[in-house]
Nanobody
């Protein structure tokens, strides 16, 4: 069983930055792809970013809406994945969820494990 716990959410002004962390339990972390999804108020879940696990560890992919502003990274030694978010806008306001699976699909289907979410609020 893998448990995911997000941290680092909060309130930030437009143009600011935040870094989300997702700590994972379990020894299989390095073999899993890790990703971030978000859900804004009144909207559906949206793919944000993902980073592959072994043997493709380090390869990343992003939603077009965050490309160039957000960076996903992982620290397998500490079972943690990060999402660095820069140049935030009010449209980035959402609950951000950490996800783990053998492969992260942009649809969010087939995710093995989900975190409980971290709220990010960007004020204008």
């Amino acid at each position: 069983q893998v448990q995911l716990v997000e941290s680092g959410g909060g309130l930030v002004q437009a143009g600011g930055s935040l870094r989300l962390s997702c700590a994972a339990s379990g020894r299989i972390f390095s073999s899993f792809a890790m990703g971030w999804f978000r859900q804004a108020p009144g909207k559906g879940r949206e793919f944000v970013a993902a980073i592959n696990g072994d043997p493709w560890s380090g390869s990343t992919y992003y939603a077009d809406s965050v490309k160039g502003r957000f960076t996903i990274s992982r620290d397998d030694a500490n079972n943690t994945v990060y999402l660095q978010m820069n140049s935030l806008t009010p449209e980035d306001t959402a609950v951000y969820y950490c996800a783990a699976a053998r492969t992260i699909s942009r649809s969010g289907n087939g995710i093995d494990y989900w975190g409980r979410g971290a709220l990010v609020t960007v004020s204008s």
